[in-house]
């Protein structure tokens, strides 16, 4: 671990730096091999991070930084051919050093054998070319060891131990130029696999993406400064004005004792009956007092008005300033996809080509770090299920290799994002199939959707057409995190979706989180605010304009029909004096339309009575997450004001008009259990090892767990024993894991029963297997950990 800690902040960010630019340039160099411009770049980066780490000691980074950089300049001369298995090594050694840079900034370990990492991107078609070049090492200790090796042609592969002494004497070359060559070594097996990129873990095991730091053109922090002095002056300028103003309180103090004192001296000579014009001296200073009062208020008025225009106009310059510093580029987080769909594409085997565009684009920090979990799940989701096998491709008459398009810009009010891709699309019949069978809706409610609130329903929690479980799709997660992490920004989700020939998922979110344009809104006498963007117009509605339909009070606008609903019953507040179903004089109500993707609302509502930016403050942790609330602001006149959230209101909505018919009153409720029992899992895996394992899992997970070392012994046992699911292996002696799955749905009374397989086989053809098999999932065993194994059969039990 570094000791210094501003040596430590420094080395993050421009490791990171350096490291996202070499992965991303060799994602490049794929489908640009004789790019010499980008060469050269990339062998800067590698340079000034092997300068960097050898500085600061962390001497793991620096070896693996100087065979990236000896590496490039083999490619740029010509000496080896970029392909990619190289590409593949490259990018283990570049994951590998993220790892290590971790460790070095935070001091915990990452279990990283650099040594077996350099061992690997040292391999055979490199070692070659090494061998070549080991002439030209001049200055490396233990040279006569290395040729002397050489002339004996060793084929075998050295002990961890020689490779590590190699790498050091590699490394004391401290020569600054890039042609510096390290001493070759034969390839040894590759390690454990690393994770290509931070990006790439399962989503239960990564931690949550934070950008720590901000780099930040000096010419923004000069506007600051400047804003800032003028803000200083501001203040004296109203300092001054509060010297005024205790100059006026003591005038009126003076005054006041003047006029008490003329009160009593004027009943004293009236008691005496005496006159004098010594009578009139105090009125006469009285009034001279008043004017010069008035003079001074309208003075400090004037002033005060002044200064409060000043102290408004540079506040907002300030706010504005400081809110631009926390505007990063989106490139920042669209740089990790690349790397990420080209692993995935692979894995299945598929051709995909993730085009970027836009990511000049800039948009709040905190949107940055909450959304690359969801534009990663729909990434996924695009190369998993929309599109097609290279061979399916073809037979459509479509190129062999997709695309996708991952795309930003910004409109006046929005940051929008599009992720597009060329596959097969959405099926709206499996859709309603899926949606029925998991009683999502009814049919005479789907009956009444348009294509879009159809499309919209695989944002709803659980919802998934994959007809297998596997480690990268089908656990019914993802599409309705991706809703609820946009709902949370005051965002909206919509999908478009051409049968056959893609689908589109647009993204619109705030331009920034910290204030919002609102209208504020009277219920009972109380304020609430809803945002604008949300807000489609806002009208009169007449009494017998309100009619019935399915159990919907609904209006007409612009011919189409569209609920409507008293906020006050939305709020669940009490009910509202002028409430459309109570019988009132009033003949008309404020009405806000609102609009939420393909959704719209009518809320009614007592007033409209303002529209005005505000601060938007977020719920304390107690209150993370209320319902039908985004947040809360102070008003001007010092009213804490409640900031609605519309998609609740949406849901709310339906929850009280779509959900409650399907209960009738005379239907009896279930009985509760007076005991909770345990799920049962039949586990069947020849292997002890990982059968041990799996079961240690299960139990600590809550499950009863029956074990089996075969097929034939599994269903003998499951005759034997009520059980809530299957988890088996597929390669096992006597009976193998898809034989006992077919054996299984043979059998009527196990139909439904979860199968899960985890195995090795890994192969699409595998998995199609598995899933002719009658599999309800198909797990990897390389993928295989206590998350994604009790995930899924929550899933499906």
Same mark, same amino acid.
């Given at each position: 671990?570094?000791?210094?800690?501003?040596?430590?902040?420094?080395?993050?960010?421009?490791?990171?730096?350096?490291?996202?630019?070499?992965?991303?340039?060799?994602?490049?160099?794929?489908?640009?091999?004789?790019?010499?411009?980008?060469?050269?770049?990339?062998?800067?980066?590698?340079?000034?991070?092997?300068?960097?780490?050898?500085?600061?000691?962390v001497k793991d980074i620096g070896t693996l930084a100087h065979q990236v950089e000896y590496v490039l300049t083999q490619l740029k001369q010509h000496q080896i051919t970029f392909s990619q298995e190289l590409g593949d090594r490259l990018a283990q050694c570049i994951a590998a050093m993220y790892r290590l840079v971790h460790e070095a900034v935070t001091g915990e370990p990452v279990g990283v054998d650099a040594f077996h990492v350099l061992a690997v991107l040292m391999g055979s078609e490199t070692g070659q070319a090494v061998q070549k070049e080991i002439k030209t090492v001049e200055t490396v200790e233990n040279v006569q060891e290395v040729e002397e090796a050489k002339e004996e042609e060793v084929t075998e592969v050295r002990e961890v131990t020689e490779v590590r002494e190699i790498a050091e004497v590699a490394e004391v070359r401290e020569a600054d130029e890039?042609?510096?060559?390290?001493?070759?070594?034969?390839?040894? !097996?590759?390690?454990?696999?690393? %994770?290509? +990129?931070? $990006? /790439?873990?399962?989503?239960?095991?990564?931690? #949550?993406?934070?950008?720590?730091?901000?780099?930040?053109?000096?010419?923004?922090?000069?506007?600051?400064?400047?804003?800032?002095?003028?803000?200083?002056?501001?203040?004296?300028?109203?300092?001054?004005?509060?010297?005024?103003?205790?100059?006026?309180?003591?005038?009126?103090?003076?005054?006041?004792?003047?006029?008490?004192?003329?009160?009593?001296?004027g009943?004293?000579?009236?008691?005496?009956?005496?006159? !004098?014009?010594?009578?009139?001296? %105090?009125? +006469?200073? $009285? /009034?001279?007092?008043?004017?010069?009062?008035? #003079?001074l208020v309208n003075r400090l008025r004037d002033a005060l008005y002044e200064d409060t225009k000043r102290l408004e106009l540079i506040s907002d310059k300030l706010a504005e300033g400081i809110c631009t510093l926390r505007l990063l580029p989106l490139s920042t987080i669209f740089n990790v996809f690349p790397r990420m769909v080209r692993d995935l594409a692979r894995q299945e085997g598929k051709q995909v080509e993730l085009v970027?565009?836009?990511?000049?684009?800039?948009?709040?920090?905190?949107?940055?770090?909450?959304?690359?979990?969801?534009?990663?799940?729909?990434?996924?989701? #695009?190369?998993?299920?929309?599109?097609?096998?290279?061979?399916?491709?073809?037979q459509l008459g479509k190129p062999a290799t997709a695309t996708i398009c991952l795309r930003s810009y910004q409109t006046p009010t929005h940051i929008v994002i599009e992720i597009q891709d060329d596959g097969r699309g959405l099926n709206l019949e499996q859709i309603k199939q899926t949606a029925l069978k998991h009683g999502l809706c009814r049919e005479e409610d789907l009956a009444m959707m348009t294509d879009s609130q159809i499309q919209a329903l695989i944002f709803t929690p659980g919802?998934?057409?994959?007809?297998?479980?596997?480690?990268v799709s089908g656990r019914g997660v993802g599409l309705d995190v991706v809703q609820t992490n946009v709902e949370k920004f005051k965002g909206s989700l919509q999908v478009e979706s051409n049968p056959g020939q893609g689908c589109l998922f647009r993204i619109q979110l705030g331009i920034t989180l910290a204030t919002a344009h609102v209208l504020i809104v009277l219920i009972n006498g109380t304020p609430y605010a809803i945002p604008v963007e949300f807000v489609r117009t806002a009208c009169l509605v007449d009494r017998n304009e309100i009619f019935t339909l399915?159990?919907?009070?609904?209006?007409?606008?612009?011919?189409?029909?569209?609920?409507?609903?008293?906020?006050?019953?939305?709020?669940?507040?009490?009910?509202?004096?002028?409430?459309?179903?109570?019988?009132?004089?009033?003949?008309?109500?404020?009405?806000?339309?609102?609009?939420?993707?393909?959704?719209?609302l009518g809320v009614l509502v007592d007033a409209v009575i303002d529209e005005q930016d505000v601060v938007i403050k977020p719920q304390s942790q107690l209150l993370k997450r209320v319902r039908n609330v985004s947040g809360a602001t102070i008003l001007g006149t010092g009213e804490v004001c409640i900031v609605l959230n519309p998609q609740d209101l949406i849901k709310s909505v339906q929850r009280r008009v779509v959900k409650l018919p399907r209960s009738s009153p005379s239907s009896t409720p279930a009985t509760p259990q007076l005991a909770a029992t345990k799920p049962t899992i039949l586990l069947v895996e020849d292997s002890i090892a990982t059968r041990t394992q799996e079961k240690r899992m299960l139990e600590t997970a809550g499950y009863e767990v029956i074990t089996a070392v075969d097929g034939n012994d599994g269903f003998n046992k499951l005759q034997s024993n009520p059980v809530d699911a299957v988890i088996s292996d597929?390669?096992?002696?006597?009976?193998?894991?898809?034989?006992?799955?077919?054996?299984?749905?043979?059998?009527?009374?196990?139909?439904?029963?979860?199968?899960?397989?985890?195995?090795?086989?890994?192969?699409?053809?595998?998995?199609?297997?598995?899933a002719e098999a009658g599999a309800n999932a198909y797990i990897t065993k390389s993928s295989l950990n206590q998350s994604i194994l009790v995930e899924t059969l929550q899933r499906l039990i």
């Open positions: 671990m570094i000791d210094d800690e501003e040596l430590r902040n420094i080395f993050k960010t421009t490791s990171e730096e350096h490291l996202q630019n070499l992965d991303a340039g060799i994602l490049h160099l794929e489908k640009h091999l004789d790019d010499q411009s980008l060469l050269e770049e990339l062998l800067r980066e590698a340079h000034s991070l092997k300068g960097d780490a050898n500085m600061l000691g890039v042609t510096a060559t390290p001493v070759a070594t034969e390839p040894l !097996s590759p390690p454990s696999p690393l %994770p290509l +990129h931070p $990006s /790439t873990p399962p989503p239960s095991q990564s931690p #949550a993406y934070r950008i720590e730091t901000i780099r930040v053109p000096t010419r923004s922090l000069d506007n600051l400064m400047t804003q800032a002095g003028e803000l200083t002056v501001t203040k004296i300028r109203i300092a001054h004005r509060l010297s005024e103003i205790e100059a006026i309180a003591t005038l009126w103090d003076e005054w006041s004792r003047d006029l008490t004192g003329n009160r009593l001296s009943n004293r000579q009236q008691d005496n009956g005496a006159t !004098s014009n010594s009578a009139f001296e %105090p009125r +006469h200073r $009285s /009034t001279d007092r008043l004017q010069r009062m008035e #003079a970027i565009e836009g990511g000049e684009t800039h948009a709040d920090k905190r949107i940055l770090e909450e959304m690359k979990d969801p534009l990663m799940h729909l990434l996924r989701n #695009a190369v998993d299920h929309g599109i097609e096998s290279p061979a399916q491709r073809e919802f998934s057409t994959a007809p297998l479980v596997t480690e399915e159990n919907r009070e609904t209006i007409v606008r612009e011919g189409q029909p569209v609920s409507v609903a008293w906020l006050a019953d939305l709020l669940e507040l009490p009910a509202a004096n002028s409430s459309p179903s109570t019988p009132t004089a009033k003949q008309q109500f404020a009405c806000l339309l609102l609009q939420v993707g393909q959704e719209q597929v390669q096992m002696p006597n009976l193998d894991g898809l034989q006992l799955t077919a054996k299984i749905r043979q059998q009527r009374e196990y139909n439904e029963l979860p199968i899960i397989l985890v195995t090795s086989l890994a192969s699409d053809e595998d998995k199609r297997r598995g």
